[in-house]
């Protein structure tokens, strides 16, 4: 890393990425309902992954829902049966385009049709020529059934091709040979092209968490953990700290929910059990679900050994303010709770929701130079604070479907003009919280 980004009065700034999808299997015989944990992977999160990978400055941290990152290893486990012992994959749509013989009964073409209409039209389907005249027939055929039995197989093989070429990561179709034949390729994919994607998507799938894993024993990214299986702690141990934040909310007639407090508790080590399962350490850090804290998550995390939680601004203000703190213009900083050794930080909401919301229809250097410019303001308010931190914290995942070519020039910028910066230090909450031990009280 540069020696600019060492400067001590370098506004620290932190790139937080919570990767999460609930659980979408059956848990009665595996199979998944919904594809989404298989196609962010092969479309994000392995795009996320190639970014901070090609840029040595980039610092960010990486939050993975635990039972996320069981459906990621299940999906890897299915694809190796698959190709070394032959047997079924348990997504329907992944299986459709893996299978030698694709069934075709009404209502398997009806299921494979929608399926392959679930994305964004503009950056996703109507970029691509042939598929969006695929897309195109497949509406119709929604809206009339019965010409689907006018659709011949090779429509299907090739509607099933794009819709996954659609969803490869853009790092990948800019550089893997395999995926820039198909895409020139374009139509009458055949069942060798079928299996050479498939191939593909299991090899992006297999390696996405050793890959996060590497960059983590490389002190190039923090990763952090959420409760298992995303619940909202607060609710779960007290259904009165929802009046925490909306005074005015009808609350459930019963008072608890029934052994709230033993089921958070259990939500968080199972949850630090599965992330070292696959990380081979502990977390030190944690982004609550939705970023949900009240008192008693703040000690539960405590007790449970973790270092730091982070949550949302409007929780920050709130409390500051029910603790009858003297507003300040520079509210980035660690934050501790009572007499609580665990840090507390807080999202910058603004900058947050303009990557999140805004800059996707913008060109992605006039967005970035915005967002610096952003930045740039508020190392002024702070610049006696050299103490501040700012917190950027979305999702990992979703905004990236809204911007033209998954992100990829916006994102890549951004890692670039933040690491090129001198007056911007981009770091992790651990790095932060090595060299930075001053922290603001908040009583409630």
Request: with cysteine; proline share 4%; hydrophobic share 40%.
């Given at each position: 890393m540069s020696d600019k980004a060492n400067k001590p009065h370098s506004l620290n700034v932190i790139?937080?990425?919570?990767?999460?999808?609930?659980?979408?299997?059956?848990?009665?015989?595996?199979?998944?309902?919904?594809?989404?944990?298989?196609?962010?992977?092969?479309?994000?999160?392995?795009?996320?992954?190639?970014?901070?990978?090609?840029?040595?400055?980039?610092?960010?941290?990486?939050?993975?829902?635990?039972?996320?990152l069981e459906q990621i290893d299940d999906y890897a486990q299915q694809l190796n049966d698959y190709f070394n012992h032959g047997r079924a994959l348990r997504d329907p749509l992944l299986s459709a385009l893996a299978e030698p013989v694709l069934l075709l009964e009404e209502e398997n073409r009806l299921h494979i049709i929608k399926a392959c209409l679930r994305a964004n039209d503009d950056r996703l389907i109507n970029r691509f020529g042939v598929f969006k005249i695929l897309a195109g027939m497949a509406t119709t055929a929604v809206k009339n059934t019965e010409i689907l039995t006018y659709y011949s197989e090779q429509y299907f093989s090739d509607l099933l091709v794009w819709y996954h070429l659609a969803w490869i990561a853009e790092t990948v179709r800019k550089s893997d040979e395999r995926i820039k034949a198909l895409m020139k390729k374009k139509r009458h994919f055949t069942l060798h092209d079928r299996h050479l994607l498939v191939e593909v998507i299991a090899e992006l799938i297999t390696g996405i968490i050793p890959r996060y894993k590497k960059l983590a024993e490389e002190g190039r990214i923090e990763l952090s953990m959420t409760p298992y299986a995303h619940p909202i702690v607060p609710l779960l141990i007290d259904f009165n700290s929802a009046k925490q934040a909306m005074p005015e909310v009808d609350l459930p007639l019963s008072s608890e929910y029934p052994?709230?407090?033993?089921?958070?508790?259990?939500?968080?080590?199972?949850?630090?059990?599965?992330?070292?399962?696959?990380?081979?350490?502990?977390?030190?850090?944690?982004?609550?679900?939705?970023?949900?804290?009240?008192?008693?998550?703040?000690?539960?995390?405590?007790?449970?050994?973790?270092?730091?939680?982070?949550?949302?601004?409007?929780?920050?203000?709130?409390?500051?303010?029910?603790?009858?703190?003297?507003?300040?213009?520079?509210?980035?900083?660690?934050?501790?709770?009572?007499?609580?050794?665990?840090?507390?930080?807080?999202?910058?909401?603004?900058?947050?929701?303009?990557?999140?919301?805004?800059?996707?229809?913008?060109?992605?250097?006039?967005?970035?130079?915005?967002?610096?410019?952003?930045?740039?303001?508020?190392?002024?308010?702070?610049?006696?604070?050299?103490?501040?931190?700012?917190?950027?914290?979305?999702?990992?995942?979703?905004?990236?479907?809204?911007?033209?070519?998954?992100?990829?020039?916006?994102?890549?910028?951004?890692?670039?003009?933040?690491?090129?910066?001198?007056?911007?230090?981009?770091?992790?909450?651990?790095?932060?919280?090595?060299?930075?031990?001053?922290?603001?009280?908040?009583?409630?």
């Amino acid at each position: 890393m540069s020696d600019k980004a060492n400067k001590p009065h370098s506004l620290n700034v932190i790139l937080y990425w919570h990767m999460h999808q609930p659980e979408y299997r059956d848990l009665r015989n595996g199979e998944f309902h919904l594809p989404w944990t298989y196609l962010h992977t092969i479309k994000d999160y392995v795009d996320m992954a190639a970014h901070l990978e090609n840029n040595e400055d980039a610092r960010a941290v990486v939050n993975f829902a635990p039972v996320l990152l069981e459906q990621i290893d299940d999906y890897a486990q299915q694809l190796n049966d698959y190709f070394n012992h032959g047997r079924a994959l348990r997504d329907p749509l992944l299986s459709a385009l893996a299978e030698p013989v694709l069934l075709l009964e009404e209502e398997n073409r009806l299921h494979i049709i929608k399926a392959c209409l679930r994305a964004n039209d503009d950056r996703l389907i109507n970029r691509f020529g042939v598929f969006k005249i695929l897309a195109g027939m497949a509406t119709t055929a929604v809206k009339n059934t019965e010409i689907l039995t006018y659709y011949s197989e090779q429509y299907f093989s090739d509607l099933l091709v794009w819709y996954h070429l659609a969803w490869i990561a853009e790092t990948v179709r800019k550089s893997d040979e395999r995926i820039k034949a198909l895409m020139k390729k374009k139509r009458h994919f055949t069942l060798h092209d079928r299996h050479l994607l498939v191939e593909v998507i299991a090899e992006l799938i297999t390696g996405i968490i050793p890959r996060y894993k590497k960059l983590a024993e490389e002190g190039r990214i923090e990763l952090s953990m959420t409760p298992y299986a995303h619940p909202i702690v607060p609710l779960l141990i007290d259904f009165n700290s929802a009046k925490q934040a909306m005074p005015e909310v009808d609350l459930p007639l019963s008072s608890e929910y029934p052994g709230g407090m033993e089921r958070s508790r259990w939500h968080m080590k199972k949850g630090i059990e599965v992330f070292k399962h696959y990380f081979g350490f502990e977390p030190q850090g944690c982004w609550p679900s939705e970023g949900s804290i009240s008192s008693e998550v703040v000690e539960l995390s405590s007790d449970m050994g973790i270092k730091w939680l982070a949550s949302g601004e409007s929780v920050l203000r709130n409390s500051l303010k029910k603790s009858a703190n003297e507003p300040e213009d520079c509210i980035h900083g660690a934050y501790q709770f009572r007499d609580r050794s665990i840090a507390c930080f807080f999202r910058d909401d603004g900058l947050s929701d303009l990557i999140g919301f805004k800059y996707s229809d913008w060109h992605a250097d006039d967005a970035v130079a915005n967002f610096i410019h952003h930045l740039e303001k508020i190392a002024e308010i702070c610049t006696e604070k050299p103490d501040a931190v700012v917190s950027i914290i979305l999702d990992g995942e979703n905004p990236w479907e809204y911007y033209p070519q998954n992100g990829f020039h916006f994102i890549s910028s951004l890692y670039e003009k933040l690491g090129q910066h001198d007056g911007i230090k981009m770091t992790t909450y651990g790095e932060y919280l090595k060299s930075h031990h001053k922290r603001k009280s908040l009583q409630d």
